[in-house]
Antibody
Framework: EVQLVESGGGLVQPGGSLRLSCAAS????????MHWVRQAPGKGLVWVSR????????SYADSVKGRFTISRDNAKNTLYLQMNSLRAEDTAVYYC??????????WGQGTLVTVSS | EIVLTQSPGTLSLSPGERATLSCRAS???????LAWYQQKPGQAPRLLIY???SRATGIPDRFSGSGSGTDFTLTISRLEPEDFAVYYC??????????FGGGTKVEIK
């Protein structure tokens, strides 16, 4: 069974940093592209970032470019999102997802990030 | 950047009725790049349809997708109680890599 479990969310002050993790199991993690998608309270889904299976390429939404860094450790079956210079508008539930045929076939349960003083 | 516009914003229907949800793209989208998701309150999204018309694993056949170019449709042939949720379309592009529509809420009438 495919499982994705996010962790690392919490309350952080504006300008602060946070690192999210996504532990993957039930599939060969090293062969799949992975994504981060976020959802502000009561709002829709917004794609944040993507990393290729072998870590050779990454892509970011303009709103997070230069502040967020996606990475992965295929030996530990874990995806990461390092978030720096956080803003109030980054407040959201962050989901990790497995890339499948130009979509996200499996999603984690999400972790809430709240940026507030 | 391709913008996806979903309509209607809210659809009020009764169980057993047919639901037709629309997703319109600001530019032509490859059919292989269009997907649909279902999201219930407090839950993560679930992939329903990929490649515009292919059902994901375990998705009942009352869900179907169609369309091409700029106009795509998700149809739920007979609404079951568990189908009342928010539905999002998504396209795969280049920058940004994934774009989602604003969502359609299917609520009980």
């Amino acid at each position: 069974e495919v499982q994705l479990v996010e962790s690392g969310g919490g309350l952080v002050q504006p300008g602060g940093s946070l690192r999210l993790s996504c532990a993957a199991s039930g599939f060969t993690f090293s062969t799949y592209w992975m994504h981060w998608v976020r959802q502000a309270p009561g709002k829709g889904l917004v794609w944040v970032s993507r990393i290729k299976s072998d870590d050779s390429s990454t892509s970011y939404a303009d709103s997070v470019k230069g502040r967020f860094t996606i990475s992965r450790d295929n030996a530990k079956n874990t995806l990461y999102l390092q978030m720096n210079s956080l803003r109030a508008e980054d407040t959201a539930v962050y989901y990790c997802g497995r890339g499948d045929t130009r979509s996200i076939g499996y999603w984690g349960q999400g972790t809430l990030v709240t940026v507030s003083s | 950047e391709i913008v996806l516009t979903q309509s209607p914003g809210t659809l009020s229907l009764s169980p057993g009725e047919r639901a037709t949800l629309s997703c319109r793209a600001s530019q032509s989208v490859s059919s292989s790049s269009l997907a649909w998701y279902q999201q219930k309150p407090g839950q993560a999204p679930r992939l329903l349809i990929y490649g515009a018309s292919s059902r994901a694993t375990g998705i009942p056949d009352r869900f179907s997708g169609s369309g091409s170019g700029t106009d795509f449709t998700l149809t739920i042939s007979r609404l079951e109680p568990e189908d009342f949720a928010v539905y999002y379309c998504q396209q795969y592009g280049s920058s940004p890599e994934l774009t989602f529509g604003g969502g359609t809420k299917v609520e009980i009438k």
